[in-house]
């Protein structure tokens, strides 16, 4: 038996956590187009007879702005200290620039040892591959680099089998039957975010959280789930609410239709938009909406 951590780490939008979903093969992690989108570092554990391998997703690396991000990226540093194995995840797609060398200079060469999964393929020239494999090892960077892409699970397999060679001898790190940590009242409420994520502009989304107020299974079965999404601003309440509502509906229906099929049975959601103003900045805040070291 062969199990261990492996940190996963990697700038903001880099694509970690939907790599982590397929290499789980269920979905632990909200994923979408904006960077920032994961806060927390996220467990997602694959068990098979042989092996258990326990991914830990973690915020990407990214400028931070407010002490959220600070918070953010001091989970991040700290999930990938604790770990047998770093897999760094680069966006192939987006090209091998100096900051991509000092950020992964930052790694490589630690006491920890660590591969790049450098991801995307799929969107990208092929014959860029080598080159910027290329580019990596004329700076020194000489580890393994596997391309892989997530969305059409190229090399996915090849990857799964090298972590496993490199995980220590041992017994499962976690004997229960579960692909997180997370509880599904925080599966509930990512999946709010990653809605509004999807649905809105740049400026909304990093200024959302969700707290929930219900989370019950009723008798009959059906869960009845009552939430605030909180939000920075009152012009930002009012575009998520929309014309009669109309916004605050749609993406209700969409995070709905997707927390049944989480939780496997009907859900009634009731939303309420609050705002509170600055509270990515505010510690009592970040504390109450769950953000805490
Ligand atoms: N074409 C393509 N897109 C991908 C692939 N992997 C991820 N993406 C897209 O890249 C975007 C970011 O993916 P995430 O998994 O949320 O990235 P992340 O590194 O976890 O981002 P943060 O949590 O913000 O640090 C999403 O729009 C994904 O659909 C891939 O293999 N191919
Ligand atoms: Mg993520």
Not at 161 to 180: A, H, N, R, T
Request: glycine share 6%; net charge neutral; proline share 3%.
């Amino acid at each position: 038996m062969r199990s261990g951590f492996i940190g996963v780490i990697g700038k903001a939008n880099a694509g970690k956590s939907t790599l982590i979903n397929v290499l789980v093969g269920e979905k632990v992690a909200i994923v979408s187009p904006k960077p920032q989108t994961t806060r927390d570092a996220i467990m997602g554990i694959l068990t098979k007879e042989n092996y258990q391998l326990v991914f830990v997703d973690t915020p990407g690396i990214y400028r931070a702005k407010n002490r959220l991000s600070d918070m953010m990226m001091k989970t991040a540093e700290t999930a990938a200290k604790d770990v047998d194995f770093i897999l760094f995840v680069h966006d192939g797609h987006a090209g091998v620039s100096e900051d991509d060398i000092a950020l992964i200079k930052k790694y490589h060469g630690g006491n920890i040892p660590m591969a790049i999964a450098y991801t995307k393929i799929d969107i990208m020239p092929k014959e860029n591959i080598l080159n910027d494999i290329k580019i990596l090892y004329d700076n020194g960077i000489e580890c393994d680099v596997f391309p892989v892409s997530a969305r059409k699970y190229t090399n996915i397999a090849k990857l799964e089998k090298f972590l496993v060679e490199k995980m220590p001898e041992g017994d499962k790190v976690i004997s229960e039957d579960i692909v997180s940590d997370k509880s599904e009242k925080f599966m509930i409420s990512e999946i709010m975010r990653e809605k509004i994520l999807l649905k809105f502009g740049q400026e909304i989304p990093h200024g959302i959280a969700i707290s929930i107020n219900t989370f019950e299974r009723k008798e009959n079965g059906v869960y009845d789930i009552n939430l605030d999404i909180i939000c920075e601003k009152p012009n930002h309440k009012s575009i998520i609410i929309g014309k009669q509502g109309k916004a605050l509906k749609e993406v209700a229906s969409f995070a709905r239709a997707d927390m049944e099929k989480f939780l496997g049975s009907k859900v009634f959601l009731t939303t309420y938009v609050k705002v509170k103003e600055d509270w990515r900045n505010r510690p009592n805040l970040i504390r109450d909406f769950g953000y805490d070291d």
